[in-house]
């Protein structure tokens, strides 16, 4: 939209995009991992302020909806009292929709895109064509993708994270296991993890390129048991 300028020059020079605000969105989502935007704007309602949030955080309002109404007010509060002359079309609903903007539909939109962009990395890497995985294996197995290899599969599950989460990455195959475990026993193959990082420019890359190799020989693994027509 023709103001959207202002409203981002105000949002992020009056600081109200920070975690202070709307929460650790970078982590939130990461976490919540959604496969729609209505699971993420779910998500944010109800965990953001249990989980994600900073100490002495404070919530304005009785919900986290009404706490993004409230946030959009102070946006238009500052452009008002600071813009008057910019902003003469700016209203208090156009503040509070690109608050909810940037905070549900922009955050799914680069989550979703940095998916895409670690699946297309993936298939270049290994030379071969990965699957979406269908909503029923994703909730019975949490994978987001899989490798055919005869009538057996390999699985995939992309898992974008922060710098500050890289230590971590154990606990997510402590929490992926049994689900994992069950893929392997029902669908033949293992199910690797592949974690992505944003860089500076916004670069997305492989964090733990090792699991390439691993995956290859899994590959390999399943041929030698289905036979040449694999």
Same mark, same amino acid.
Request: proline content about 4%.
């Given at each position: 939209?023709?103001?959207?300028?202002?409203?981002?020059?105000?949002?992020?020079?009056?600081?109200?995009?920070?975690?202070?605000? *709307? @929460?650790?969105?970078?982590?939130?989502?990461?976490?919540?991992?959604?496969?729609?935007?209505?699971?993420?704007?779910? +998500?944010?309602?109800?965990?953001?302020?249990?989980?994600? *949030?900073?100490?002495?955080?404070?919530?304005?309002?009785?919900?986290?909806?009404?706490?993004?109404?409230?946030?959009?007010?102070?946006?238009?509060?500052?452009?008002?009292?600071?813009?008057?002359?910019?902003?003469?079309?700016?209203?208090?609903?156009?503040?509070?929709?690109? #608050?909810?903007? #940037?905070?549900?539909?922009?955050? +799914?939109?680069?989550?979703?895109?940095?998916?895409?962009?670690?699946?297309?990395?993936?298939?270049?890497?290994?030379?071969?064509?990965?699957?979406?995985?269908?909503?029923?294996?994703?909730?019975?197995?949490?994978?987001?993708?899989? &490798?055919? #290899?005869?009538?057996?599969?390999?699985?995939?599950?992309?898992?974008?994270?922060?710098?500050?989460?890289?230590?971590?990455?154990?606990?997510?195959?402590?929490?992926?296991?049994?689900?994992?475990?069950?893929?392997?026993?029902?669908? @033949?193959?293992?199910?690797?993890?592949?974690?992505?990082?944003?860089?500076? @420019? @916004?670069?997305?890359?492989?964090?733990?390129?090792?699991?390439?190799?691993?995956?290859?020989?899994? &590959?390999?693994?399943?041929?030698?048991?289905?036979?040449?027509?694999?």
């Amino acid at each position: 939209m023709s103001k959207e300028w202002v409203l981002n020059i105000a949002f992020n020079r009056w600081q109200l995009n920070r975690p202070k605000y *709307v @929460g650790r969105l970078a982590e939130a989502i990461r976490v919540c991992a959604p496969r729609s935007e209505e699971e993420w704007e779910q +998500y944010y309602y109800e965990q953001v302020p249990k989980k994600h *949030v900073p100490s002495g955080w404070r919530m304005f309002g009785r919900t986290m909806a009404e706490h993004l109404e409230e946030v959009g007010r102070r946006l238009f509060a500052k452009i008002s009292e600071q813009l008057r002359k910019e902003v003469a079309e700016v209203t208090e609903e156009d503040c509070i929709a690109y #608050v909810r903007e #940037v905070v549900i539909h922009r955050t +799914y939109a680069g989550y979703v895109t940095e998916k895409h962009t670690v699946y297309e990395q993936l298939e270049q890497l290994l030379g071969v064509k990965l699957q979406p995985a269908p909503d029923s294996w994703d909730r019975r197995y949490s994978v987001d993708f899989f &490798i055919p #290899v005869g009538n057996r599969y390999v699985g995939i599950q992309v898992k974008p994270i922060t710098y500050s989460q890289t230590p971590e990455l154990h606990k997510w195959q402590q929490w992926m296991q049994d689900a994992h475990e069950r893929f392997h026993q029902e669908q @033949g193959g293992r199910v690797f993890i592949v974690f992505s990082v944003t860089e500076r @420019g @916004g670069r997305k890359r492989i964090w733990n390129t090792d699991v390439l190799e691993e995956i290859r020989r899994e &590959i390999r693994r399943l041929q030698r048991m289905t036979g040449p027509e694999a």
